[in-house]
């Protein structure tokens, strides 16, 4: 017995070990963050995101600023339509880019779409591929607005706090056929 117990300690050392070595977004833990600045300073203006985001195989569906200083363009690409078609909220197909001017530079930052993919209840099995264009197409600094980030499996079940509706949860509280008449 004790010859089977030493073979069973160095046999999970040995595992732990290896675990130990597995990058974390290897084992699925990789954390997301809700945007991704892709340029601190960026010479680019709204056209030229969108003729990027064109150029990389998104679907440009509009532009709007709101407020002096801020346009933000409203994008998806074809793979998430179809995904969302599947979605019980389809939250997370519709992306969002962003120019803000910041004193005398302007930053560009998009929608992460691992973690909105994710956190909408999309499948999310081209967000990868989806993501590597992105970042081709408009650049990645770093990920933001959220201090540490969630892996899939947070998100995936997500919850703001207890009593609140989660992100796949549909409240509907009006119905109306213009905008303007809500």
Do not use: C
Request: proline fraction near 5%; hydrophobic fraction near 40%.
């Amino acid at each position: 017995h004790l010859f089977t117990m030493q073979l069973l300690s160095s046999q999970l050392f040995v595992t732990a070990f290896i675990l130990l070595l597995i990058p974390p977004n290897v084992a699925g833990n990789s954390a997301f963050k809700p945007y991704i600045l892709a340029q601190d300073n960026t010479p680019m203006d709204s056209a030229s995101v969108q003729q990027k985001l064109q150029t990389a195989g998104f679907d440009v569906l509009g532009t709007f600023s709101p407020a002096q200083g801020y346009e933000t363009v409203a994008f998806t690409h074809p793979e998430l339509k179809k995904e969302a078609s599947k979605a019980s909220v389809p939250m997370g197909a519709v992306l969002r880019a962003s120019l803000v001017r910041n004193g005398e530079k302007t930053e560009l930052s998009y929608s992460d779409p691992h973690y909105w993919a994710y956190a909408s209840g999309l499948e999310g099995k081209a967000v990868s591929l989806i993501a590597q264009q992105l970042e081709s197409a408009l650049g990645k600094e770093k990920g933001f607005g959220s201090a540490k980030g969630m892996n899939e499996k947070t998100l995936r079940s997500y919850q703001y706090m207890f009593g609140m509706p989660r992100l796949t949860d549909l409240d509907q509280l009006g119905k109306y056929k213009t905008f303007s008449e809500a």
